[in-house]
């Protein structure tokens, strides 16, 4: 199947600072891509969906001027946790869809905010 | 009712035998069905896509999808320890976002 990447997969910062994870599909052009959350033993939730070129559309509740995505081009979305808080951390994966539709998942990013 | 049911288990089986996943759903507007795997602290994998009723064979895999029941199972046969996980449904309607099930954890014992 399709590889998506994601870097990094683990991170720890302190409380007040600005994180950016980066997503990029490795063998396949991704008009959409998707950015989920997931607390141990959770099913993931998704936060919001990104298209190439167009601002993201956030899912209710999620803050989008806390969340920054941007999808610059067909292979790499990135989402920036901006002040970072303890309540913050947690398994971030994205996801890309090719164009057949189906959705591969990347490997996730584990934040630890301190 | 959540638009996707899917039993969380776990489920354990021993080594060898069959295990049947099954997930039922309210949306009848859902066109493209899918199984995840995922193991602790990684991403899911995606195993099986499919997009009409019947079923789908890959490996060890076999997918079913009974649209007029909104039900779809997964079956794994000759299971192996190496394939403990959670296991996720995901369905959608054309366009539109996966909506997952809860995930089912199988515990494969030898």
């Known amino acids: 199947g399709a590889v998506v990447s994601q870097h990094p997969s683990r991170v720890i910062c302190k409380s007040g600072t600005s994180v950016k994870i980066e997503c990029r599909s490795l063998?396949?052009?991704?008009?959409?891509m998707f950015w989920y959350r997931q607390f141990p033993k959770k099913s993931l939730m998704l936060m919001a969906t990104?298209?190439?070129?167009?601002?993201?559309?956030?899912e209710q509740g999620v803050e989008k001027d806390k969340f920054l995505i941007n999808h610059a081009s067909l292979t790499l979305s990135t989402l920036t946790v901006t002040s970072a808080h303890p309540e913050d951390s947690s398994f971030y994966i994205c996801?890309?869809?090719?164009?057949?539709?189906?959705?591969?998942f990347g490997p996730g990013t584990r934040l630890t905010v301190l | 009712q959540k638009e996707v049911e899917q039993d969380p288990g776990p489920l354990s089986v021993p080594e060898g035998a069959i295990v049947s996943l099954n997930c039922t759903y309210s949306?009848?507007?859902?066109?493209?069905f899918m199984w995840y795997r995922q193991y602790s602290r990684k991403g899911p994998e995606l195993l099986m896509y499919?997009?009409?009723?019947g079923n789908k064979e890959d490996g060890r895999f076999t997918a079913q999808v009974d649209k007029s029941s909104k039900y779809i199972s997964l079956f794994i046969r000759d299971s192996q320890p190496s394939d403990s996980a959670t296991y996720l449904c995901?369905?959608?309607?054309?366009?539109?976002?996966?909506?997952f099930g809860a995930g089912t954890i199988l515990r494969v014992k030898s």
């Open positions: 996801s890309a869809r090719d164009l057949s539709g189906e959705q591969f």
């Open positions: 063998d396949f052009q991704a008009t959409t």
């Open positions: 990104s298209n190439e070129g167009s601002k993201a559309t956030y």
């Open positions: 949306n009848s507007a859902f066109q493209y």
């Open positions: 499919t997009y009409s009723s």
């Open positions: 995901a369905m959608r309607q054309y366009g539109n976002k996966l909506v």
